[in-house]
């Protein structure tokens, strides 16, 4: 986290420029998303912190839950504020980038101090394995209205029925996890200590919370004029920045343990990042729109069908030897910014 903390210098700028001074809308943009990345490490780290004062049981649920906490934030504003593509272009971002940008970055940094990267196959076949099947069921509809013959027939409630089905997968899920397999994540897994007693772990939650919310809802009310005068559409900004700024702490995370030689830690990470986007946050965000009465629905575009599958696919590849180095890192890598500009210019 030390390496990020001087971003937060840009917190009060960005108040400044949103709140008193009435800023260009791209100035605002910019540093309210750069002061989301200290926060969410906070954020990160709280709960990190949080999970191994408890139980193995409650630490498993905060992590968990909380995981992609700042991203859900961001989302939740603009989802409030009517962005739908934004929203649903961070769904496809987060997945696409925690496969191919953070798993990417980690084994290419990785492999380039180690020569070849090692990690367990059945554990890795297994968060494949859950992977593939949420990213399957969360394209279903989009895949849907591709090939119906006459797709203005397929209603909304299609995706509200998937997403319920992903909430009871996700719940059972932490049941597996938690009581019947008692898979430990965090920072108990990495058999880290706390750096923060409980009481100031709660506190810095708490705080790091409430700093996302005022950051969030400063870029989120400046997206649309920032996007327009930096030539951006809603699409690549959901799919690109949004992902980058709430998943900060995640992606220095798991760069940090493939740099430690634990690739299975930079493996869970990024896999169970996607799990968590898939079974939880999506269709959070589906009910979430129907209490504020918006219609958003899982029909992705094409592109976006087409990068999930891709990634998916080439992450199961990746995984299937149990073992890694830089040049699989840098095809993902590739893979990714070959996507990104296909976004840029959609």
């Known amino acids: 986290m030390r390496y990020v903390s001087w971003l937060f210098v840009f917190a009060p700028v960005a108040a400044a420029l949103g709140w008193w001074l009435h800023g260009p809308a791209t100035w605002v943009f910019v540093t309210s998303a750069l002061a989301i990345i200290p926060l969410s490490a906070v954020l990160g780290r709280a709960t990190e912190d949080l999970a191994t004062h408890t139980s193995a049981t409650i630490g498993g649920l905060l992590n968990a839950t909380l995981g992609n906490a700042a991203e859900l934030i961001i989302t939740v504003l603009a989802l409030r504020a009517g962005l739908i593509d934004l929203v649903k272009a961070s769904i496809i971002g987060s997945i696409v980038g925690n496969l191919l940008l953070v798993l990417g970055a980690s084994l290419f940094?990785?492999?380039m101090k180690h020569r070849t990267l090692r990690f367990g196959v059945q554990a890795a076949s297994e968060a494949a394995s859950m992977m593939t099947l949420s990213m399957a069921a969360l394209v279903i509809p989009a895949v849907l209205v591709l090939t119906h013959p006459r797709p203005a027939v397929i209603p909304l409630d299609l995706s509200v029925a998937v997403?319920?089905?992903?909430?009871?997968?996700?719940?059972?899920?932490?049941?597996?996890?938690l009581r019947t397999h008692t898979l430990l994540t965090g920072a108990r897994a990495n058999g880290e200590e706390a750096h923060w007693p409980l009481r100031q772990a709660g506190a810095a939650l708490l705080l790091a919370t409430v700093g996302i919310a005022l950051m969030s809802e400063l870029m989120v009310g400046a997206t649309e004029e920032a996007a327009a005068a930096l030539g951006l559409s809603q699409l690549f900004v959901g799919i690109i920045v949004v992902p980058i700024v709430g998943n900060a702490a995640e992606h220095a995370s798991a760069l940090w343990m493939a740099l430690r030689n634990k690739a299975d830690l930079a493996f869970a990470i990024s896999i169970g990042s996607c799990t968590q986007i898939a079974l939880f946050v999506a269709p959070v965000l589906i009910f979430l729109a129907l209490a504020f009465g918006r219609r958003m629905d899982f029909v992705f575009t094409p592109l976006e069908v087409v990068a999930v599958g891709a990634a998916t696919a080439i992450v199961n590849v990746v995984a299937h030897d149990g073992e890694s180095n830089w040049f699989e890192g840098a095809q993902l890598l590739a893979v990714y910014l070959i996507l990104a500009a296909a976004f840029f210019y959609y």
């Not at 997403?163 to 996890?177: K, N």
């Open 109 to 111: 940094a990785g492999g």
């Open 163 to 177: 997403a319920a089905v992903l909430i009871v997968t996700y719940c059972a899920s932490l049941v597996f996890t």
